[in-house]
């Protein structure tokens, strides 16, 4: 059975930094593209983020230069670091891979 657990969301002031980790298991993780999407209150679910099996990364627009997507296939995680956030990027952020999504983690950003 596939999982994917996601943590490092919280509360973070405008300009700070955060990293997300999303651990998969059940899988033969290396073999498949990972994206990290984020979903606002009242907005739909977007897409923030993917990285193939090769390591090859695409990021929307509104993160590019701020947001770097890796992963480690030893541990089976893929990460999303978060820099210079500001309140727009407040959303639950999601991991997924193929169909499978993780529980999400909450980032707050505040003013």
């Known amino acids: 059975q596939v999982q994917l657990v996601e943590s490092g969301g919280g509360l973070v002031q405008a300009g700070g930094s955060l990293r997300l980790s999303c651990v998969a298991s059940g899988t033969i993780f290396r073999i498949y593209t990972m994206g990290w999407y984020r979903q606002a209150p009242g907005k739909q679910r977007e897409l923030v983020a993917t990285i193939t099996s090769g390591g090859t990364t695409n990021y929307a627009d509104s993160v590019k230069g701020r947001f770097t997507i890796s992963r480690d296939n030893a541990k089976n995680t893929v990460y999303l670091q978060m820099n210079s956030l500001n309140v727009e990027d407040t959303a639950v952020y999601y991991c997924?891979?193929?169909?499978?999504w993780g529980q999400g983690t909450q980032v707050t950003v505040s003013s």
């Open positions: 997924k891979m193929v169909l499978y």
